[in-house]
């Protein structure tokens, strides 16, 4: 299936996700997932539907996909005004000039219908340019949005003094201004909406600018001599050739083949203390070389890059709705039938029971409509996991899905694996000793198989034992958890592992790192150390203090893991354990409490999916990574406290903003209905209602959560 992914213009609220959500469902796509604030829609195209007549249908109900090359057929809307703003502004001083006639003093011109109808006509077509026409489309597409309120509040006004003029009912019939105030003050509290929604993007925003920058490009003429191309990023492919000087912005993510530079990756991993980069290392697009030049070879562009896979992972995130957000959503696609029904119950409660007259029911009816605000309900979640999934990512922080952010306010284990995550995964071999073979050819067979691992100890292997003259394998696996097991042209079986290899009657101690066995012999052995990451000691008792309880799991002997576990302050430790054991573990554990795994290595792989939240580290292996809910970009665990306290505070930030939400509508409805609240004094309400909401989740940005 081929997944596509559209940025939608147009949407302001859940109601108007829900409606392009039903559409696209309806039309038989899989995985839809829309998110309004950031206007990012994808889904997986089966084939049944052609892109053109989703098009279609999307500005059919009111919406325009701005990065989709459209047909013929389908001409964008023309529009006069880009904006709320410039709406505002046009129908401000209409709106300023009916209101004069509200002063103590009359001015005798405005006092004639005529004229007032005159000035307010602008006025109601333009909003009705806009709500009106969204009002009809998102009726027309079965889930009535906001602008139905706002329309259908906005034209009672209207129709109701048009009928008074007409009729020559005199001026306590005539409420122009009234439709002109709830249409203004509705669009000044859009665009302010908008632009307190847009600061929730901020974080994101800035990764998305550094996909765009200049490049040195190196080619070279006829002669072979080195020619420098300045050129944009997104002219780059993979094998080009480029020269990043002091100062500069890495344009793709590339590999050095000349010099060495120090690198700032704040952008990605939230340190902006640089780190030293030379040939063969990696440099990240966005990435700042603050000293030194490079020559580097271009590994990835475009959709491949490593701050391209970042965005994707925290819009797919932004696109997932958590468990809390169901019941707001459930509400905000009756909400509008309700309120209009509350709006005809208010107009009948107030003319015929509480005597308040056509024009009083009237106003209190249109109250009604415009000061209700089914968007709070809709922004209350995605806002605040907009900011967290922002932060978040500014500090090297991944969230697959939004979920796990919910998730970690409920974690009381944090299980540790021990290789590459409490310790750096850096091992330096400290001896080795074989009785049956000479140097060379021990260090030669151990390559040959530590070759085809990714493991930590294996990298280092291959890395200091590295030779051309390597054995060709009849047969080589790797036995997570265990080691290697390989079959020699001759069918000689070598094993290279712990203590914890199988299929052999031997008895292995635990004082060494690993074993080399040939059939069923042991023929030598390595030892190996690796060093304390740094942190780990001040993480374990960060988790301490908020009542999570460390645990040290690991396939590697008890005594090395026992080291480990004193070391950092972990009382609970579960050693010598294979991959299958390590799943067992996890789910006891999770069943017990809500538990998170922390790992790196493709023998983790089983036991991060199955806990409650699995937490992989930026240069784990491929499989970690994917299994993993959370990955730390940051190659340690110091930002794990950060991580759970974003999560904690993220939801404590829906929570806050659903309250408001509820506690706004319970409150303002019934006050409009009383008739104690001016039609347009609620508009105004009603603009700002969802700009608290928004600023409360921008202060995710700036609080304190560790």
Request: aromatic share 8%; glycine share 8%; hydrophobic share 45%.
């Amino acid at each position: 299936m081929e997944k596509v992914e559209w940025k939608v213009d147009g949407m302001d609220c859940t109601n108007c996700a829900l409606t392009i959500s039903k559409y696209l469902n309806k039309e038989g796509l899989k995985n839809v997932k829309v998110n309004f604030i950031g206007g990012d829609v994808s889904f997986e195209l089966n084939g049944g539907t052609p892109k053109d007549q989703l098009l279609k249908g999307i500005a059919g109900l009111g919406y325009t996909v701005v990065n989709e090359s459209h047909p013929t057929n389908v001409k964008p809307p023309f529009k006069l005004f880009k904006n709320h703003l410039q709406r505002f502004l046009f129908c401000l001083p209409f709106t300023a000039i009916l209101m004069l006639h509200m002063l103590p003093w009359h001015i005798h011109f405005l006092m004639n219908p005529y004229i007032q109808l005159t000035i307010c006509l602008p006025v109601y077509i333009v909003g009705m340019s806009y709500f009106g026409v969204s009002a009809v489309k998102s009726l027309r597409g079965g889930i009535p949005n906001m602008n139905v309120l706002i329309a259908i509040g906005a034209t009672a006004a209207f129709v109701y003094s048009l009928i008074g003029t007409l009729g020559n009912y005199g001026m306590d019939y005539v409420f122009y201004e009234t439709t002109a105030t709830i249409i203004t003050l509705v669009f000044l509290g859009e665009w302010v909406e908008n632009r307190s929604v847009s600061l929730t993007q901020k974080e994101l925003n800035k990764l998305a600018l550094q996909q765009k920058v200049m490049a040195n490009m190196i080619a070279f003429d006829d002669e072979h001599k080195e020619n420098i191309f300045p050129v944009e990023n997104t002219q780059l492919r993979t094998g080009d050739l480029i020269l990043i000087k002091s100062g500069e912005q890495v344009p793709m993510d590339c590999k050095i083949l000349w010099g060495d530079a120090q690198v700032n990756e704040a952008l990605l991993t939230g340190e902006s203390i640089p780190v030293h980069k030379q040939k063969k290392d990696a440099l990240i697009v966005g990435s700042i070389l603050t000293d030194g030049t490079v020559k580097a070879q271009v590994t990835a562009t475009g959709k491949d890059t490593v701050l391209s896979n970042i965005l994707n992972l925290v819009k797919q995130a932004q696109g997932e709705k958590p468990p809390i957000q169901q019941l707001a959503d459930k509400i905000s696609a009756v909400f509008v039938p309700m309120v209009l029904g509350i709006s005809v119950l208010t107009f009948f409660i107030n003319y015929f029971i509480v005597d308040a007259g056509v024009t009083g029911s009237l106003m209190r009816s249109i109250a009604v409509l415009v000061i209700s605000c089914p968007c709070a309900m809709g922004l209350a979640t995605p806002a605040a996991i907009a900011v967290g999934l922002g932060r978040a990512a500014k500090n090297g922080i991944l969230f697959r899905n939004a979920k796990s952010l919910e998730l970690f306010k409920d974690i009381k284990t944090v299980v540790f694996d021990k290789t590459g995550t409490l310790t750096k995964g850096e091992f330096i071999i400290t001896g080795f000793h074989s009785s049956l073979l000479p140097d060379e050819e021990f260090k030669r067979i151990i390559f040959s198989m530590e070759k085809y691992s990714n493991h930590p100890i294996a990298k280092v292997i291959t890395l200091q034992w590295k030779t051309n003259n390597t054995i060709a394998w009849k047969k080589i696996e790797e036995i997570k958890g265990v080691g290697m097991m390989a079959t020699d042209g001759d069918g000689n079986v070598y094993q290279l592992g712990n203590n914890n290899l199988t299929n052999t009657s031997i008895h292995l101690e635990e004082s060494h790192t690993a074993y080399l066995i040939k059939n069923n012999e042991v023929i030598g052995w390595l030892n190996m150390e690796d060093e304390l990451r740094e942190e780990a000691k001040q993480v374990i008792r960060y988790l301490q203090s908020k009542n999570i309880t460390p645990i040290l799991l690991s396939g590697d002997s008890y005594n090395r893991c026992k080291k480990v576990a004193d070391a950092v302050g972990i009382d609970e430790v579960f050693a010598q354990k294979k991959p299958a054991e390590k799943l067992q573990i996890i789910e006891q554990l999770t069943r017990a409490n809500p538990t998170a795994m922390v790992g790196d290595g493709i023998n983790d792989a089983p036991a991060l999916a199955k806990a409650t939240i699995g937490i992989s580290m930026a240069d784990a292996s491929q499989l970690a990574m994917q299994t993993a809910q959370v990955v730390l970009m940051n190659k340690g665990i110091q930002h794990l406290p950060l991580a759970l306290g974003l999560g904690k505070h993220t939801f404590s930030t829906i929570k806050q903003n659903l309250f408001w939400a509820f506690i706004y509508n319970i409150v303002a409805i019934p006050v409009a209905a009383a008739g104690l609240l001016h039609p347009g004094i609620a508009a105004l309400a009603m603009g700002f209602s969802d700009v608290v909401l928004a600023v409360n989740s921008v202060t995710l940005n700036f609080k304190k959560v560790v």
